[in-house]
């Protein structure tokens, strides 16, 4: 069974850090394309960052620039979100998804009908 499965999530205090972890089963994560994305309440779904298959090359949502990393380790086959000085305005539930077809990384985030697996999302609250 294909499958991505989040973990980290939390309750944290605003300033405060978690890492997101993706782990992917029953396929290897080498060759797509891996992109965390979140809906906050009432909100659209939108990117916050994605990782090319090939080069490694990355994308973040202006948002997050700065204080979230994206980084695959393709001998776990995961893919991780490191997430720092976090805002209360980051609250969300958090979903990784894999995209096999090969965009530009400009469109890498932008892309979502695109994307072949989605894990079920892990909730991110920052709050006092």
């Known amino acids: 069974q294909l499958q991505l499965v989040e973990s980290g999530g939390g309750l944290v205090q605003p300033g405060g850090s978690l890492r997101l972890s993706c782990a992917a089963s029953?396929?290897?994560?080498?060759?797509?394309?891996i992109g965390w994305f979140r809906q906050a309440p009432g909100k659209e779904r939108e990117g916050v960052s994605c990782?090319?298959?090939?080069?490694?090359?990355?994308y973040y949502a202006d948002s997050v620039k700065g204080r979230f990393t994206i980084s695959r380790d393709n001998a776990k086959n995961t893919v991780y979100l490191q997430m720092n000085s976090l805002k209360p305005e980051d609250t969300a539930v958090y979903y990784c998804?894999?995209?096999?077809?090969?965009?530009?990384?400009?469109?890498?985030?932008?892309?979502?009908?695109?994307?072949?697996?989605w894990g079920q999302g892990t909730q991110v609250t920052v709050s006092s």
């Open positions: 029953g396929f290897t994560l080498d060759y797509y394309v």
């Open positions: 990782i090319s298959s090939s080069d490694g090359s990355t």
């Open positions: 998804a894999a995209l096999r077809w090969v965009p530009t990384v400009q469109e890498m985030c932008v892309v979502m009908f695109r994307y072949d697996y």
